[in-house]
């Protein structure tokens, strides 16, 4: 496997409207991975999803870990700001 040089934290949401966090280097990857059913259980359950959100790059893994993280905490208000751009 190749080391990625960049990572994301990234929002989907299914029809239902929960909301999945991740990271990766490829958001519309995973989120195909997601909604292939090869992915995990949670996301077989939930599936289809969506992305919604995509932050910037971060240029290592545990930046994008910490972000992610900070995030999962937050209110589902909080993370619809983010989504929608009210907040960074």
């Known amino acids: 496997m190749s080391k ?13 409207g929960y909301y999945c966090t991740g990271i990766t280097p490829d958001p519309e990857k995973r989120i195909a991975k997601h ?10 359950q ?5 992305l919604v959100y995509k932050s910037k790059p971060y240029e290592n893994k545990s930046g994008a870990r910490k972000r992610e993280s900070q995030i999962k905490k937050w209110r589902r208000e909080k993370k619809e700001k983010l ?5 960074s």
């Open 46 to 50: 939930r599936g289809p999803f969506e």
């Open 35 to 44: 909604n292939s059913g090869k992915s995990s259980q949670m996301a077989k």
């Open 4 to 16: 990625q040089s960049t990572w994301h934290v990234y929002i989907a949401e299914n029809p239902n």
């Open 83 to 87: 989504i929608n751009g009210e907040w």
